[in-house]
């Protein structure tokens, strides 16, 4: 940061410009966020307080967090928190920083009408903070929700983030594979936001994930769909007819996570895109004969999910 700058608006203005030197992406963004940490208020609040000069130690603080963001380090890991559907989640290098469209993830689940008819019992597999464990446990108290992730780090992030948000009575956290947690046939929904970069494109990502997020929250193996193609074999093991599935997929990949899951016995498959008009979430419903057929799982009367919601498959 230039030296001379005495008010907050004068100072945020030579941090913005100090990380567009360093190419760091939306700089004026990532220094208002760590202004608004540092003041305790809301970013939007900051203009109240451009004539303010703040006091040494702060000041200190905020160049020590832009000379962190301006080396790499992902801002959200710097302040140790991402906002996500609403809610605050202590973030840090134990796991991926929530993404804005994971939020659409979170939303078709919610959207789902036939889902909540009942008590749903819902798996979010790659769990990572917890952010879409949590924030369905928030929004529909009457689930009965299970995060798992392989990171024994991720799962104790989770952890604490449930504690902090409320909600630790009410999501089991484990570490482990979905077959050797969940009975099979007995989850109604399944969501997952899976590693789903191809290993080969890792090292041409930006700076702040490749060297800071988590490889383990990233690497979908050669094609990139080594975890997600898993999620749908262990999901058409673990619902029961008429689950549903809602996975997190990479722009390219919709026609593959398509057939992927029509060949698990998955009807009524959907391809959503986000707000941006990317394929994003992938989205399906068990039928029972093909599964049955499929998995040797025993069969329970005739196809069911008939039903359908405004918003959902
Ligand atoms: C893309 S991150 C998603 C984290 C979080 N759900 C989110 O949306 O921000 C993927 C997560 O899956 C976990 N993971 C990777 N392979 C896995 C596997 N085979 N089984 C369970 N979790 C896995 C990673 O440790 C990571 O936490």
Redesign the pocket.
């Known amino acids: 940061m230039e030296e001379g700058a005495k008010n907050l608006g004068a100072i945020l203005d030579a941090g913005a410009a100090f990380l567009e030197r360093k190419s760091v992406d939306a700089p004026r963004l990532a220094v208002e966020m760590l202004a608004s940490r540092l003041l305790g208020c809301k970013r939007l609040e900051l203009p109240q307080h451009y004539a303010r000069v703040p006091d040494e130690k702060r000041l200190a603080a905020l160049r020590r967090g832009v000379r962190r963001v301006g080396s790499g380090e992902p801002v959200q890991y710097v302040i140790g928190g991402a906002g996500f559907m609403g809610h605050e989640f202590r973030v840090d290098p134990r796991?991926?920083i929530?993404?804005p469209e994971?939020e659409c993830l979170v939303q078709a689940v919610l959207d789902c009408a036939p889902l909540w008819q009942g008590r749903p019992a819902v798996v979010?597999?790659?769990?990572?903070?917890g952010?879409?464990v949590i924030s369905l446990a928030l929004a529909r108290p009457e689930g009965l929700y299970i995060g798992?992730?392989?990171?024994a780090d991720?799962v104790a992030l989770a952890t604490e983030n449930a504690r902090a948000l409320g909600v630790a009575e009410r999501v089991a956290l484990a570490q482990g594979?979905m077959c050797e947690i969940v009975d099979a046939g007995s989850l109604d929904a399944i969501v997952s936001?899976?590693?789903y970069i191809p290993s080969g494109e890792i090292e041409r990502l930006p700076v702040c994930i490749r060297d800071h997020e988590?490889r383990?929250?990233?690497d979908g193996g050669p094609d990139g769909l080594r975890?997600l193609s898993?999620v749908i074999q262990d999901a058409a093991l673990a619902l029961k007819p008429g689950g549903r599935v809602f996975l997190e997929i990479g722009e390219t990949q919709g026609e593959a996570v398509k057939a992927a899951l029509a060949a698990e016995g998955f009807a009524r498959v959907e391809v959503r895109p986000d707000l941006a008009g990317r394929d994003r979430v992938a989205m399906g419903v068990l039928g029972e004969q093909t599964r049955c057929q499929g998995s040797g799982v025993r069969c329970q009367g005739e196809e069911r999910g008939e039903e359908t919601g405004a918003s959902c498959p």
């Open positions: 796991a991926l929530p993404r994971t979010d597999v790659g769990t990572g903070s952010c879409i798992l992730d392989s990171s991720a594979e936001n899976p590693p988590p383990q929250a990233l975890v898993a």
